[in-house]
């Protein structure tokens, strides 16, 4: 059963209390509805693509009472900052590089080196934010492939009995998602149109640049310094899928009781939860990455992970990172 909340200080506290607990809780903000988890929690956020259903973990934006907190967690550029006054709060998200402090999961950013952030601006999702006191990862609260909700009816039609409460935040002002800029590079990149259109954007800070076909987005590409390319986490080691031994020379990521014969070992999940996989995998590839060779080990080998629930999404993170790199 989903609890339905209201706006009264009582319910945003049962909303907070809920979040701390690693529940999830949809709330409005002016653009759509997000799915929230505390972002610091990374159990939680697994619980966010369990629910979406969501066969592959998508970087999620994370929410912010106030640009002081947003900027505390991802290294701003002047451009940054020069949005933030104009835009935020508001319906603008910013894709910045992670600070190496950041304490939300890597899992909220599904693995990247960057973090996109956002200032809402709707009175219930800013006190939700500041009785939490902590940063909240949401996407919007649909199931996968689905639309956008924008009132409490619209979450509840496709999340029911999905997550544990909603709070009805009427209708949202905005009704269309925020618009994504990439600030990580050289030039800034519209990654998304949404609530703040390109002209005031380009008003603040001048030309935006915008990769929509592949030519362009390969033009982008080239653009961009290479150090500066966003790219999904990969571990450095070579990675070695659905391994039933371990070789000599093999770290292993173990995912239920492990393999006999493994000199270190990062645990996904012992009793075989896929959501407390899901929550390690990122942390597993870089404590593995980083220790691997102080024991004289220079691959990965993973264990068979069923492809249930979240399993899909882990699976398809592997069979990337898997995969031959140019
Ligand atoms: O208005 C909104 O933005 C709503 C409300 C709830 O804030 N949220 C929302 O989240 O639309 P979602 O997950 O449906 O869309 C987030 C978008 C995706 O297109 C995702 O790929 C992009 O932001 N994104 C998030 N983190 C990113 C990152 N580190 N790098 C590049 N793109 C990122
Ligand atoms: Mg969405």
């Not at 701390?20 to 159990?43: H, I, M």
């Not at 933030?84 to 950013?109: E, H, N, S, Y």
């Amino acid at each position: 059963m989903t609890e339905i909340l209201n706006r009264t200080d009582r319910d945003i506290g049962r909303a907070a209390v809920l979040l701390s607990q690693g529940d999830l809780v949809a709330f409005g903000t002016e653009t759509v509805y997000g799915l929230g988890a505390d972002a610091r929690n990374a159990k939680a956020v697994a619980a966010i693509f369990d629910a979406k259903g969501r066969p592959h973990f998508n970087p999620l934006i994370c929410h912010y009472e106030t640009e002081e907190a947003a900027f505390a967690d991802v290294d701003a550029s002047d451009t940054a900052r020069r949005l933030a006054d104009m835009f935020w709060p508001g319906p603008l998200t910013m894709v910045l590089p992670r600070k190496i402090t950041c304490p939300v999961a890597l899992l909220a950013g599904a693995g990247l080196e960057t973090l996109a952030v956002r200032v809402p601006a709707h009175p219930v999702a800013t006190r939700l934010l500041r009785a939490l006191g902590r940063p909240i990862a949401a996407p919007s609260a649909n199931r996968s492939g689905g639309i956008s909700p924008t009132s409490a009816a619209h979450v509840l039609a496709g999340l029911e009995g999905r997550i544990a409460a909603v709070i009805d935040s009427g209708t949202c002002r905005v009704g269309l998602e925020s618009t994504v800029i990439d600030l990580t590079g050289p030039v800034p990149f519209l990654l998304r149109p949404g609530g703040v259109n390109l002209e005031s954007l380009e008003a603040a800070i001048g030309p935006v640049h915008r990769g929509i076909t592949p030519g362009q987005a390969e033009a982008a590409r080239t653009l961009r310094s290479p150090g500066m390319l966003v790219s999904h986490y990969a571990p450095k080691l070579p990675l070695r899928i659905n391994a039933i031994s371990v070789a000599p020379d093999e770290a292993l990521l173990a995912f239920g009781p492990p393999l006999a014969s493994a000199k270190l070992l990062f645990q996904l999940s012992a009793e075989r939860n896929m959501n407390e996989a899901a929550a390690n995998l990122f942390e597993g590839l870089h404590w593995l990455d980083a220790q691997a060779p102080a024991h004289g080990l220079s691959r990965i080998a993973v264990m068979p992970i069923p492809e249930t629930g979240l399993g899909l999404a882990i699976n398809d993170r592997l069979e990337r990172a898997a995969a031959p790199r140019d």
